[in-house]
């Protein structure tokens, strides 16, 4: 993560390292500025507090109005101080005519955020120290975070119900540019869109790829960036995000904690570089990158045989898993693995470790070389013999095999709460078809409830790679990051922090963990 500024050319760099800016001065120089106050007008201030901006204007006593200039009021008698929270402020400046300005996210109810501006007229005398404050605020405001991104937006105006570009005119635009970020919108056009756009772009000029969409805009950009010549370079330099806009928003969820597109926009706005573990996968003579997750059976099934009920939204999954889950259908296998955590105490252990960890404060990875790419696949592929370290056990009665990088899949099906963004493994879960149908339903509302982890007849490792051979189907359904590929053997293997995300903890996901 970095603290430079869109134009800067190296996002790993260390900030602390850097020129250090201005600190306020802590003198009080005429009463205009003591410690972080810095008065505008006789009746009026602005202080840097804990968490937040607070704005004390007894002028504010006459609009009478709980919500004036957007701002929420401190609990109390006293309604001349607002505060804003610093993760809300998206620019401050010194304006040509005299004036402070601020630009913040408004919060307009739970889920959605606009812009909105409070400004001050300064007296001569209060100007001179007015921009050592301002850098304290935006200190304060982006801390890690990289300031005024340069961001390539990809709109997908098929996604979902088809009002990605209405959402993002709406609600993401405006966050972006009252942020100062430096825009180039392009609109995909047809399937694999976003695979050519992203194998051509250039890998100095960005350092964020949006994709206004669902997950599999996403899915493509990862696989374009993975077949550029600086491959690696690429995928280490230019963070994916998702602005959420699709039936699937898993990569937005995971990150950004929300499947709001205008929260969504705040936090990539705010968001922290963090690495994340992308997936090879062979099948045929065919290499894919996948970053969300790879399934077979139940889920997969679910998730691309109930593409008729998209009417129903995030719903669908939830009614399809359920309808195969009751009926006991079965999906037999062979399947072999490399474990690396094979219990459900010692993946508690490793996760309440990472957990514990402070934020990030950059990105500390080696930049890749120019001519870089995918790297080496250590286990080979899916046509090669199969790994002497691994056993391939047969699984006759397999109702679920359900590989996945991130914790979220939908928003209310937290599948993976002990996922990490970059641990070098994958989290894998199998359950037999053949379960009991009161055991099946609670299941299901397990998910919900946070309990789905702890059940006994859920089979949940950490693994770094495995051969999943499907047997006794002529056909069914394989889900790769939520698209479907053919149905036949595949292998796959993680590489650890080869992709990058923008997150607000720089290293979690936004999820309940273990």
């Known amino acids: 993560m970095t603290m430079a500024l869109a134009g800067e050319d190296d996002p790993f760099k260390d900030p602390s390292l850097a020129g250090t800016q201005t600190p306020l001065s802590q003198q009080d120089h005429g009463d205009r500025v003591a410690g972080t106050t810095l008065a505008v007008g006789r009746n009026a201030s602005l202080t840097l507090g804990t968490d937040s901006l607070i704005v004390l204007d007894e002028g504010l006593l006459e609009t009478r109005s709980a919500n004036c200039c957007g701002i929420s009021l401190t609990p109390g008698k006293n309604k001349t101080t607002r505060s804003i929270p610093f993760f809300n402020i998206l620019w401050a400046e010194h304006s040509e005519d005299g004036e402070i300005v601020i630009h913040y996210a408004h ?6 955020v606009r812009p909105a501006i409070i400004s001050y007229e300064l007296e001569q005398k209060e100007r001179e120290y007015t921009d050592a404050w301002i850098a304290s605020l935006l200190d304060r405001a982006y801390g890690p975070s990289q300031r005024r991104k340069r961001i390539k937006v990809l709109v997908n105006p098929f996604g979902g119900k088809g009002k990605a570009q209405k959402l993002y005119h709406r609600r993401i635009a405006p966050i ?50 993975g077949r550029k010549d600086d491959a690696a370079r690429a995928l280490a330099r230019i963070a994916v995000a998702q602005l959420p806009c699709g039936s699937g ?50 889920v997969a099934e679910t998730d691309l045989a109930t593409e008729h009920l998209r009417w129903m939204g995030s719903a669908r999954f939830t009614w399809g898993f359920f309808v195969r889950l009751v009926g006991k259908t079965i999906y037999p ?11 459900k105490d010692a993946i508690r252990d490793v996760y309440s470790a990472e957990s514990s960890k402070p934020p990030p404060s950059y990105d500390d990875r080696p930049v890749p070389g120019t001519e870089t790419r995918l790297p080496n696949l250590k286990w080979g592929t899916v046509n090669d013999p199969l790994p002497s370290e691994w056993e391939l056990v047969p699984h006759d009665k397999l109702g679920n095999f359900y590989a996945g990088n991130m914790a979220y899949m939908s928003p209310d099906a937290n599948f993976f709460p002990a996922s990490l963004p970059s641990d070098g493994c994958i989290d894998l879960i ?32 950490k ?6 051979i499907p047997k006794n189907q002529p056909d069914g359904y394989i889900s790769i990051d939520g698209e479907r590929v053919p149905f036949e053997p595949f292998q796959a293997e993680v590489h650890r922090g080869l992709g990058t995300v923008l997150s607000r903890s720089g290293h979690m996901y936004e999820a309940k963990g273990v």
């Open 463 to 468: 693994i770094s790679a495995y051969r999943i």
């Open 249 to 298: 928003n898993a990569l937005s969820l995971n990150m950004n904690g929300t499947n709001s597109p205008s929260l969504a926009a705040l936090a990539v706005v705010k968001g922290l570089r963090t690495p994340l573990d992308l997936v090879s996968i062979t099948q045929g003579d065919k290499r894919t990158l996948s970053f969300l997750s790879q399934s077979v059976g139940i």
């Open 107 to 112: 919060a307009e109810s739970k889920h959605a």
């Open 176 to 225: 972006f540019a009252a942020a100062q970020c430096e825009l180039d919108v392009e609109r995909t056009q047809y399937n694999g869109h976003a695979v050519e756009i992203a194998q051509n772009i250039n890998t100095e000029a960005y350092d964020v790829i949006a994709c206004c969409s669902g997950d599999g805009v996403p899915h493509e950009v990862f696989n374009g960036l």
């Open 333 to 343: 296998a062979d399947i072999a693995a490399m474990v690396e955590v094979d219990n």
């Open 430 to 461: 199998r359950i037999r078809g053949d379960i009991k149908r009161l055991t099946a339903i609670g299941t299901l509302l397990a998910i919900a409830e946070h309990k789905f982890f702890d059940l006994d007849h859920v089979d949940y490792q």
